[in-house]
Every structure is written in structure tokens, then in C-alpha cells.
């Protein structure tokens, strides 16, 4: 066999993530523990949004929930297709910022106020130009013409950096190796889409839990990189937008009553509408729900219903 072509096929071997079995990221996270309670509400929280969309034909299939409860010292979580990989638009945008800070803290990369504004445009406005940015400068790779075989594979291990990272502290079975694109891609980016599996960024609603759970409690790289990082997901749904896709006000956002606060993570295309939330309610419970949906995109209140359940039942505890 050509050498080449050998390296070519290794290489889109060992750059397959989900290749190992997906695992249950929460039951790693410090002190969480699965919740029978808290499961029958994100079953019904579901159940129930699924009912109301019966004219859209939302079915169980087309929905991935997953929801914390840090209002304790111990986590309890719960989760409706949970571990399932589902394509995740901008809100793998967390993960890149998760990497870059690890990068700064441990010196790979410069704390340059050019890397600063596009992560805080990555994050604030899920500017998809700022993020080819930043996985550019995480990896070491640029997007650019097609290359010949072997250094394509070179190439693809290196844009493997920041699954290497996330692996090594425990998210298992996902993939975080692409840009996201609006037009495109072309050149490298869509030879390697061809040559490598997974052909696209993937992530479970438990993965996405977990790395936000983490950023807040102040467990993601240092405290003090958490809070900067959660301070670019804080969002003012009280400011005015005419934005429907607006963080701050589409999404889960709908769903808060006077007195919430809201930090989140949105990611959309034609075909999926996802929200990663942290929320905090008056009288002090504070919890992270994550919702995935496929193939209803233009459904805008989806996500919210979701939240307007789970938020009823919580303040009922």
C-alpha cells in the first residue's frame, strides 16, 4: 500500500472520537449524582413540549435535554437522550473557549488583547469568522488550498488539538475539530470533511451540561478563567432586540420570569436550534439546562417550552 494513503487511513482512524463509545460525561463531574426527581421532570418537561408540537410533528427522536441542579452541594442531574451525538451548530463555540483559556494558563498561548476580542466576539456575537480565528491559533492549522494525503493527515492531527485536551479530562466520544462555517468550506476544510469521521462537530446535551456546570462552579481551567468566561455568556434579556435569534431574548430566554438571570450559549442553522443555559432563580436555585432539537429549527418556542416545565416544577420543590 502507498505510504501515503496509509497514513491517510491511519490518520482518519485515530481522529475518530466517536469511534470509542459515548459515556456519561456528568457521572465524571465532582460530587453530581443522577436524580430520579429530577428525571421525571425533564421526562415530563419533554413529553409534554412534544405534545404541543404534535401539529409540527416534533417527535422524541428530534429532542436532547438535559438539566442540573446546582442549587446543592451535590449535582443532581437528569437527562432525556442525553448521550445521544447530535451536531451542535455554535455551541461548540464552549469548548473553544474552555481550550483557549487552558492554552493561556499554561503559556501555549499569548493573552493578546487580539485573542481576547475574538473569543469575547466568538462567544457574545457566535461570530463564526472569530472562531476560525481562534481554532486556528489553538491548533496550529489554517484552512486553505487541498493538500496532498500525508499532509493532510499532518495536518488533521494537529487540528485534533483540542479533542486531545477535552479527552484527557474526560469528554469521551465527542468531536470538537471543526470550524463552523456560514458559507463554505472549501479547500483543506471540505477535503477533510471527505477523508476523516466524524465529517462534523458533534456533542451530546450531557457534555455541553457538564462543560457549563463546571464554568460556573469555577472548575473550568482556574476560578478566575471561569468567571471571565461566564462573563461572556451573561445575557440582559431586559435590553430591547428585534433580534428573533438574539441570545439574550430567543431560545431559553423566553421562558425566565421577572427577578431570573440567564448566561447561555445558543447555536442554530437550517437544521437544529440548541440552548445551553445557566439560570438563576430568586430565592437562590440555580440550574443548567441544555436542549438540542433536530429538524424544527424554525420552531422558536420549542426551547423555551422546555424551560417554562422545568422552571414550573422546580419552583414547585
Not at 442525553?82 to 499554561?106: C, N
Not at 499532509?151 to 486531545?164: D, G
Not at 456546570?213 to 468566561?229: D, H, K, Y
Request: net charge neutral.
Amino acid at each position: 500500500m502507498h505510504v501515503a494513503l496509509l497514513l491517510l487511513i491511519l490518520a482518519g482512524t485515530m481522529s475518530n472520537p466517536a469511534a470509542a463509545a459515548t459515556h456519561g460525561t456528568l457521572a465524571g463531574l465532582k460530587g453530581s449524582q443522577h436524580s430520579r426527581s429530577l428525571q421525571a421532570i425533564v421526562d415530563h418537561a419533554v413529553q409534554t413540549t412534544i405534545a404541543a408540537f404534535a401539529s409540527a410533528t416534533l417527535d422524541s427522536s428530534q429532542i436532547a435535554v438535559t438539566l442540573v441542579d446546582l442549587s446543592k452541594p451535590r449535582l443532581d442531574w437528569a437527562s432525556v437522550r442525553g448521550q445521544t451525538l447530535i451536531y451542535p451548530a455554535s455551541v461548540v463555540k464552549l469548548f473553544y473557549l474552555v481550550a483557549a483559556h487552558r492554552w493561556m494558563e499554561d503559556r501555549r498561548l499569548e493573552d493578546t488583547e487580539e485573542l481576547r476580542r475574538a473569543l469575547r466576539d466568538m462567544i457574545v456575537d457566535s461570530s463564526n469568522d472569530a472562531t476560525h480565528y481562534v481554532v486556528d491559533v489553538l491548533t496550529g492549522t489554517t484552512s486553505g488550498p487541498e493538500l496532498p494525503p500525508d499532509e493532510l493527515s499532518a495536518w488533521a492531527e494537529r487540528r485534533n488539538a483540542v479533542n486531545h485536551y477535552i479527552e484527557s479530562i474526560g469528554y469521551l466520544g465527542i468531536n470538537c475539530n471543526k470550524k463552523p462555517w456560514c458559507e463554505g468550506p472549501y479547500g483543506r476544510e471540505s477535503q477533510a470533511i471527505k477523508a476523516f469521521q466524524p465529517s462534523r462537530n458533534m456533542l451530546t446535551t450531557e457534555a455541553t451540561a457538564r462543560v457549563l456546570t463546571e464554568i460556573v462552579l469555577g472548575r473550568a481551567v482556574t476560578p478566575e478563567r471561569s468567571q471571565q468566561m461566564l462573563e461572556l455568556l451573561a445575557r440582559d434579556p431586559s435590553q430591547p432586540s428585534t433580534d428573533p435569534d438574539d441570545q439574550a431574548h430567543g431560545f431559553t430566554a423566553p421562558a425566565l420570569e421577572p427577578g431570573m438571570k440567564l448566561w447561555s450559549k445558543a447555536g442554530w442553522t437550517g437544521q437544529v436550534r440548541h440552548d445551553a443555559a445557566y439560570i438563576e432563580m430568586p430565592g437562590g436555585r440555580r440550574f443548567v439546562l441544555v436542549t438540542f432539537t433536530e429538524g424544527h429549527a424554525g420552531e422558536r418556542a420549542i426551547i423555551p417550552s422546555v424551560a417554562r416545565e422545568v422552571i414550573a416544577a422546580l419552583k414547585a420543590r
